[in-house]
C-alpha cells in the first residue's frame, strides 16, 4: 500500500486529510483531451474545470495529491498580494492593479462558491485582515498601500492604532473580504467531484518527456506513453530547462504551529512588514485551537531552515504565552522577477503546452486564477487577465534588477560551490540525520546519515543544471540553490524543476 506523504519530513496539521486516491490496476487510456501535471491546488482545480467543460483528463504527480505547496501553505486567502498595488501600478499600470485586484477577489469567490456547491467542509471562514506598519519606513509604505489599494478597488480602512494586535505598532490597515481555510479538505473535495465525473487520477507518476507526433503530444509518464491535445504544467516551475529557471527564483517559507496557554488567539489575520515579514492566523485542528505563524523565508539551499525556525519561534514567543509549538514545518514557492505570475501559453515550447508559475506566497490565490485561465484558454473563451499574466510578456525595467541581482546569485553558486566545499575526510563526524557534500575521487558526494546511523550516499551534482545541492535537516532533502530543486535522501526527485534522480554511489568503494 502506498504511503501518503509530503514533500519533506516536517510534518503541516493538513497532512492527515491528504486523500487516498485508489492505485489504478486497468490499462490506461492511449489518449486525452488533457494532461495535467501537479495535483495541487492549481492542477486539481484546473482537472475539474476541464473535466466539467467535456474533455477527458489526466491528473498526475510525482508525490501525492496535496503533497507539495498545497500541503505545506498556512492557506491565507487574500485580497493584497505579496506584489503590492503600488509595486503593480509603477511596474505595470494602474490597469493592471485594478486587473489583479479584481482576480484576487474572483478566486476567493471560486472557492467560496465550489465549497459551497459541492458541500465541501474546508474549515473555510471570512475574516478581516490587518497589515501594520512599526516604524516611520513601514508607515510611509503604509500609506502608499493603502491610496493604491482603494484605485485598485480593494475594500480597505485606515484604523490607526485601533487594531487587535499584540504588539506595539504605529498605524494599521484592515482589509475586507479576506478568508482562511484547510487546503487539502478543499482540494479533496474537488478531486472527490473530478473523479465522479470520470477523470482520471495518477499518484506517484513522473512526467519524463513529451514531443509532438501526428499533431498531438505524445508523452512519457512513469513506464508509459499517452496521448493528449494540451499539456498543463501545474508544478511550481515546468520540468527542464526552460527561461523560467531564470525568471522565478525558489524559496523557502516557515510555519509554526503554537498552543497558548491563555487561550487568547486572533480571531482575524495579521501581517507585519518586516523582510522577511511574518504572518499570523488561528485555526482549530483536531478539535483545538491552534495559533499558525508563518515567515522567516530565504532562498532554497541558502539559508538555515534550523535558524529560521528558531527565529520564528522567538518571534512568536515574544508576543504570546506559548504553552507548546505543535508543528513546524517549511514549503517552498517561487518569487517572478517582475511580481506577477506567468499562467497561459508556454512560451518557445510545442504547440498547445500550458504553464502557471511564479506564484509568490499567494499560491492559493493565483493557483485558483491559474485554473480559470488556462480552463478559459484551452476551450477558447476570453479571460480578463490573459495578457497581463501572459508568460510571453516583455517588461524591459520591471523586475529587471530582480533578474539580474537572482540569476547573479545563481551563477555564484554554480562556481563557488565546487571550490569552496569544506573537505572533510570522515564521514564518522556526522550525526545522525544529518549530511554534508565531501570531495572524493569520484567527486563531489551527497552523504547523510539516518537516525540509526546508515550511511546513505548520491551523487550531489543536481541533474536539472549541475549545480551543488545542500543538505536540509528540517526536511532530510538535498536541496539546489540554484533554481529550487529538491531531492530525498535516496536521491528521488521531490520538487522539480529536475527530471532525472541523482545517481546512487557506494560510500563503501569512495576513496575520500
Known amino acids: 500500500m502506498k504511503m501518503n506523504t509530503r514533500d519533506g519530513k516536517s510534518v503541516s496539521p493538513w ?3 491528504i486523500p487516498f486516491v485508489e492505485e489504478k490496476e486497468t490499462e490506461l487510456p492511449k489518449k486525452y483531451h488533457v494532461l495535467i501535471v501537479g495535483a495541487g491546488i492549481t492542477g486539481v482545480t484546473t482537472a475539474l474545470m476541464l473535466q466539467n467543460q467535456g474533455l477527458d483528463c489526466l491528473l498526475i504527480d510525482t508525490n501525492n495529491v496535496g503533497a507539495g505547496t498545497t500541503g505545506g501553505t498556512s492557506a491565507h486567502l487574500n485580497t493584497f498580494l505579496d506584489a503590492t498595488y503600488p509595486e503593480i501600478e509603477s511596474d505595470f499600470s494602474k490597469e493592471a ?20 456547491e459541492l458541500n465541501i467542509d474546508a474549515d473555510f471562514e471570512e475574516k478581516k485582515a490587518y497589515l501594520y506598519a512599526e516604524d516611520e519606513k513601514q508607515q510611509k509604505q503604509l500609506l502608499g498601500i493603502l491610496d493604491a489599494s482603494k484605485r485598485a478597488d480593494v475594500s480597505v480602512h485606515d484604523v490607526g492604532k485601533d487594531a487587535p494586535l499584540p504588539m506595539p505598532f504605529l498605524k494599521a490597515l484592515m482589509f475586507d473580504g479576506q478568508a482562511q481555510f484547510h487546503p487539502i479538505k478543499y482540494i479533496s473535495g474537488l478531486l472527490k467531484e473530478f473523479l465522479r465525473k470520470g477523470g482520471e487520477v495518477l499518484e506517484h507518476t513522473a512526467f519524463k518527456s513529451s514531443k509532438i507526433e501526428n499533431d498531438c503530444h505524445l508523452i512519457q509518464i512513469g513506464d508509459s506513453e499517452i496521448f493528449a491535445d494540451h499539456l498543463v504544467f501545474a508544478t511550481h516551475v515546468p520540468p527542464g530547462i526552460n527561461w523560467f529557471n531564470f525568471s522565478c527564483a525558489p524559496y523557502r517559507s516557515y510555519v509554526v504551529g503554537a498552543k497558548l496557554k491563555d487561550n487568547n488567539y486572533p480571531d482575524s489575520l495579521w501581517y507585519d512588514m518586516q523582510e522577511p515579514y511574518h504572518y499570523w492566523r488561528t485555526h482549530e485542528i483536531d478539535g483545538k485551537q491552534i495559533l499558525l505563524v508563518g515567515g522567516e523565508d530565504h532562498k532554497t539551499g541558502q539559508g538555515s531552515p534550523a535558524e529560521a525556525l528558531q527565529n520564528l519561534k522567538d518571534y512568536v514567543s515574544k508576543y504570546f504565552e506559548v504553552d507548546q509549538f505543535s508543528f513546524e514545518w517549511s514549503s517552498q514557492y517561487y518569487i517572478p522577477v517582475d511580481g506577477l505570475p506567468y499562467i497561459g501559453k508556454m512560451p518557445m515550447a510545442d504547440e498547445n503546452t500550458w504553464v502557471a508559475t511564479g506564484f509568490n506566497g499567494n499560491g492559493m490565490i493565483w493557483g485558483t486564477v491559474s485554473a480559470k485561465m488556462i480552463s478559459d484558454l484551452i476551450t477558447g473563451q476570453p ?41 572533510l575526510k570522515a564521514v564518522d563526524a556526522l550525526a545522525s540525520n544529518e549530511g554534508v557534500v565531501v570531495d572524493t575521487d569520484s567527486g563531489k558526494i551527497a552523504v547523510s546519515k539516518s537516525a540509526n546511523g546508515h550511511i546513505k550516499a548520491i551523487s550531489a551534482v543536481c541533474t536539472h543544471a549541475g549545480c551543488i545541492v545542500k543538505f536540509n535537516k528540517l526536511e532530510q532533502s538535498w536541496d539546489c540553490p540554484c533554481h529550487g530543486g529538491r531531492y530525498d535522501v535516496d536521491g528521488k526527485v521531490v520538487t522539480g524543476p529536475p527530471l532525472r534522480n541523482l545517481e546512487k554511489v557506494d560510500w563503501s568503494e569512495v576513496k575520500a
Open 15 to 17: 497532512e492527515k486529510a
Open 97 to 116: 492593479a485594478n486587473l489583479v485586484a479584481k482576480a484576487t477577489k474572483e478566486a476567493i469567490s471560486i472557492i467560496k462558491n465550489n465549497i459551497n
Open 383 to 423: 479571460n480578463d487577465y490573459e495578457d497581463l499574466l501572459s508568460p510571453s510578456r516583455v517588461k524591459p525595467i520591471a523586475g529587471f534588477k530582480e533578474f539580474v541581482t537572482e540569476n547573479a546569485n545563481v551563477a555564484w553558486h554554480f562556481v563557488a560551490d565546487r571550490f569552496t566545499a569544506e573537505q
